[in-house]
């Protein structure tokens, strides 16, 4: 039903920018919250920022001021503006979909239902 589909990851050097996109269907952003995490090998996967149904973002601490979520709600599509990037911004970036309970926990990837399969981003120094 729901399919998620990231794009937009690559190699780039520290300092550059990289923007990844989400294309969802089977569901509507009016109804889901959305969310990109990462994880890197090794460790536990974590929210980079969401995203929920009336536009309103957060974001982790690491990543505020440099990163920037932003939807389309007609096409259907997430974003993730990646500014400044850090080697230890590397890591698989993926989508994921949440349609209850959007408001708490924001950033916990347990909370998120679907899933993309990621874009990988790596940042070199």
């Known amino acids: 039903q729901v399919h998620l589909e990231e794009s937009g990851g690559g190699l780039v050097q520290a300092g550059g920018s990289l923007r990844l996109s989400c294309t969802a269907s089977g569901l509507t952003f009016d109804d889901y919250a959305m969310g990109w995490f990462r994880q890197a090998p090794g460790k536990e996967r974590e929210g980079v920022a969401t995203?929920?149904?009336?536009?309103?973002?957060m974001y982790a601490d690491s990543v505020k001021g440099r990163f920037t979520i932003t939807k389309d709600n007609a096409k259907n599509t997430l974003y993730l503006q990646m500014n400044n990037l850090k080697p230890e911004d590397t890591g698989m970036y993926y989508c994921?979909?949440?349609?209850?309970?959007?408001?708490?926990?924001?950033?916990?990837?347990?909370?998120?239902?679907?899933w993309g399969q990621g874009t990988q981003v790596t940042v070199s120094s």
């Open positions: 994921a979909a949440r349609g209850v309970d959007y408001s708490v926990h924001r950033l916990d990837p347990s909370r998120y239902g679907d």
């Open positions: 995203i929920d149904p009336s536009g309103s973002p």
